[in-house]
């Protein structure tokens, strides 16, 4: 019988170094990201970068943060050796731009390499040198507060790789995009770029955002941008949007920030060109410098080793967040203000404290989600609902007290909105909201002749109809109940005409309006955010009725915990 052979083993730490260094070091552009995203972690204010034929020779980067000790900067030479992460659960609230503790030993494996550093506290630093994967040679040494990196001779022990490198222009032009986007990021950081003794960049950080995005981007582009603001519970985003005439052939004047990382997600690109949707021709894309503040829980940025990519828990909400701030923007600004001017800025946002990392500290009344506007909440010391869970999408399992409670969560929102529609048609009118892109709406005959002959009814319950020719009218505001809804409002306006003149001419069209909150309430199959959820359930509090719906329906059960008790036969 022929003896088999082991043929599987164990790499030794300068094989494994090397593969590793080819999925985190692709280009000189990836060492300066990897080492300027450890400056920033470590709370730099002044990031200084030299660089040498286009990074191939030399990148240097110099950097004020917290420095290391000598044990610490020996540590950060190993593999997955990290500050950042301690266990498995803290992959789910990454709160660093870097944290696998794979960049500094892949850098040094392909190239040759010296670490200087020192602490605020300490009175020297030390020095480390190794040319690839030989023994580190560490001295102490006298040198500034924080950590100066010097990466030589990429790839001079992978020669295949090196071949591989463009021009320099090519590869300096790289790194000068990502110093670029980097310093819109943290407009906070004083960032310099140096290339071949010639000054790139030089971006001081005694700025606000908007001189920042001025001399990263020109003034031409700063004179074309709408301040963009919106926030529904942890989930915020900010910035600036570009006039739909200012706009480009590609997408890379599209810059997205989450949490003060630079991204290119579809998801949020997509939110960004549908906002604008006509009034950009096809193939054409906007100029925009969005911040995304977001909980750290709310998405997974452990995705890709380049750390460019994230996934997030509910892409959804964060797409509507997108689209709707941009949409209201432009909706709100027929005559484009500059971000020059003190009243556009001071007016609608103060974006000179953006980012601001991490969430939280909501001062103002928040924007709400699915027309639930602010409330009045109730007394600190009152039992309120406690959302537990969401039950085959239709139900929720909530607790009160001692008492546990099953809501019909459509029962649930046509009740809430039934209530805010009362109390604005007993003020006069139903609030509206105009559309962003007026709808076209075909009425058959009989439902024509209703619009028309009822238009100012049609207005004062939310719906601003024109004729626009035949059997075509063109639908401009609906109500807001039904525009946060993100339902068809076209839906609701049939239903509306077909009740006929009667209900139109009531001074108290009580069907109408149950029908609107009908179709603005979730319907069965919706998934609901806790954010909403809870919302609701403060809501519910100043509800006339809760007992049943305009179906019908049952709202509420309340199960006390003495009939939880008896089922479970413990009385």
């Known amino acids: 019988m022929r003896k088999m052979l082991c043929t599987i083993h164990v790499l030794d730490d300068h094989v494994a170094n090397q593969i590793a260094a080819g999925e985190v070091v692709e280009r000189p552009s990836s060492v300066v990201k990897e080492l300027v995203e450890n400056a920033l972690d470590a709370g730099a204010t002044r990031v200084q970068l030299t660089i040498e034929d286009g990074g191939k020779s030399l990148i240097r980067i110099v950097d004020n943060g917290c420095g290391m000790n000598p044990q610490d900067a020996l540590l950060s030479l190993k593999r997955h050796a990290t500050s950042k992460v301690k266990c498995a659960t803290d992959l789910q609230t990454i709160a660093t731009l870097g944290f696998r503790g794979e960049a500094l030993p892949s850098i040094r494996s392909v190239a040759r390499f010296q670490l200087r550093t020192r602490t605020h506290d300490a009175v020297e630093g030390i020095q480390i040198s190794a040319d690839g994967d030989q023994e580190p040679v560490r001295e102490p040494i006298g040198c500034s507060a ?89 989930h915020k985003v900010a910035g600036y949007a570009g006039t739909p005439s200012f ?27 549908q ?110 609902f406690e959302f537990l869970s969401q039950l085959a999408h239709r139900y929720w399992v909530c607790k009160k007290g001692d008492s546990l409670c099953l809501i019909n969560q459509h029962a649930l929102g046509q009740q809430i909105h039934l209530n805010e529609l009362r109390k604005q048609w007993a003020q006069g009118a139903i609030v509206s909201q105009r559309l962003l892109f007026p709808a076209r709406v075909t009425l058959p005959g009989t439902l024509a002749a209703v619009a028309d002959s009822h238009n100012e009814e049609c207005r004062k319950l939310g719906f601003e109809l024109e004729h626009f020719g035949g059997d075509d009218w063109v639908l401009s505001t609906l109500p807001q109940v039904l525009a946060e809804s993100g339902r068809d409002g076209s839906e609701a306006l049939m239903t509306l005409l077909k009740q006929g003149a009667r209900e139109l001419n009531s001074n108290n069209p009580g069907t109408l309006l149950a029908s609107m909150a009908c179709h603005a309430a979730w319907q069965q199959g919706d998934d609901v955010s806790v954010h909403d959820a809870e919302m609701a359930l403060a809501r519910l509090e100043t509800c006339h009725s809760t007992s049943n719906c305009t179906h019908s329906q049952t709202v509420m059960t309340i199960i006390s915990a003495e009939e939880i008790e008896a089922w479970m036969e413990r009385t």
């Open 146 to 234: 924080g950590t100066d990196i010097s990466v030589r001779d990429l790839f001079f022990n992978v020669p295949a790789r090196r071949k591989f490198l463009r021009r320099d222009s090519t590869e300096i032009q790289r790194i000068s995009e990502l110093i670029n986007q980097m310093a819109l990021g943290w407009p906070g950081v004083h960032f310099s770029l140096q290339h071949n003794g010639r000054k790139v960049s030089d971006y001081p950080s005694d700025s606000g955002l908007k001189d920042r995005i001025r001399a990263v981007l020109g003034k031409k582009v700063c004179q074309q941008l709408i301040p963009v603001k919106m926030q529904l519970g942890e």
């Open 247 to 273: 706009n480009r052939p590609n997408n890379r004047g599209l810059f997205t920030f989450i949490n003060g990382r630079f991204i290119r997600d579809r998801v949020l690109q997509h939110a960004v060109t």
């Open 275 to 384: 906002a604008y949707g006509p009034l950009l021709e096809r193939g054409r894309y906007p100029v925009c410098v969005l911040y995304l503040n977001l909980p750290y829980d709310a998405l997974d940025v452990n995705v890709h080793p380049a750390k460019s990519e994230v996934r997030f828990v509910n892409s959804g909400s964060i797409h509507s967040l997108m689209e709707r701030a941009i949409k209201l923007s432009l909706a709100d600004a027929p005559n484009v203000l500059s971000i020059d001017s003190d009243e556009a800025v001071a007016g609608k946002l103060n974006l000179d404290q953006l980012p601001s990392f991490p969430v939280g500290g909501n001062t103002e009344p928040e924007p709400t989600a699915h027309g639930f506007a602010p409330h009045n909440k109730p007394p600190a010391d009152a039992e309120q």
